[in-house]
């Protein structure tokens, strides 16, 4: 069955600090994959996506992640948080072949001051 | 332009009762999506919509039904509302060729007592 993965469930982080978050997706095809933001109290919105081309993928907000094929992997970075980025956030994947998209679990980050 | 928007925002309901979620989008999406948001399991798709017209079952659609009214609203109805059924419920819409790049709606935060 198709499945993503996300192992850190909370973190904390002081300001400035590097962010990497995991996500691992158990497609064997070709697979979109994505990262979406959830802050307080809002909806989700699309932090960045990947269909093709360059493995390295640029945001918005300074978010970047890398898709490894060979890991089945597209971790979410960042090289210096804000306390802004206190949020939960969802990698996603979509099959190709499918419309909807499946979820990870979800990160929730928490930036200190 | 609203973009997604749901009704209720909040509701209570107790075992047994029944209601109908609200979701309308204005940007001529054809797909529509519902999912439930539950505290470590991420998002799950309970229903879809690939066009008007038509619906299918995601990966809980158990206790649920959903109506695509047209091409603007798709309804999201509990029959006999369980316990179980307590969760955050998302709307979202997209459309060819980015079907993964979804908009997602403000949230139904649902409680059955």
């Known amino acids: 069955a198709q499945s993503v993965s996300q192992h850190n469930h909370h973190v904390i982080l002081s300001e400035a600090a590097s962010l990497e978050l995991g996500c691992n997706y158990s497609?064997?095809?070709?697979?979109?994959l994505f990262w979406y933001v959830q802050y307080p109290g809002q909806h989700l919105q699309l932090l960045l996506k990947?269909?093709?081309?360059?493995?390295l993928v640029k945001g918005i907000k300074g978010f970047e992640a890398e898709f490894i094929k060979s890991k089945f992997s597209f971790n979410l970075r960042k090289p210096s948080v804000q306390w802004s980025d206190t949020a939960e956030y969802f990698c996603a994947a979509r099959d190709t072949g499918r419309r909807a998209l499946t979820f990870g679990s979800g990160t929730r980050l928490q930036v200190q001051p | 332009n609203a973009g997604v928007t749901q009704t209720p925002k909040f509701q209570v309901l107790k075992t047994g009762q029944s209601m109908t979620l609200q979701c309308a989008q204005d940007?001529?999406?054809?797909?529509m999506y519902w999912y439930r948001q539950d505290p470590g399991m991420g998002l799950r798709l309970i229903y879809y919509s690939a066009s008007e017209g038509t619906t299918d079952k995601g990966e809980v659609p158990n206790g649920y039904n959903v109506s695509r009214l047209n091409k603007r609203e798709f309804s999201l109805r509990l029959e006999s509302a369980a316990p179980s059924q307590t969760s955050v419920y998302f709307c979202a819409s997209g459309d060819a060729p980015s079907y993964n790049e979804q908009f997602f709606g403000p949230g139904t935060r649902l409680t059955v007592l």
């Open positions: 497609y064997g095809g070709t697979v979109n």
């Open positions: 940007m001529n999406h054809n797909s």
């Open positions: 990947y269909f093709s081309g360059d493995p």
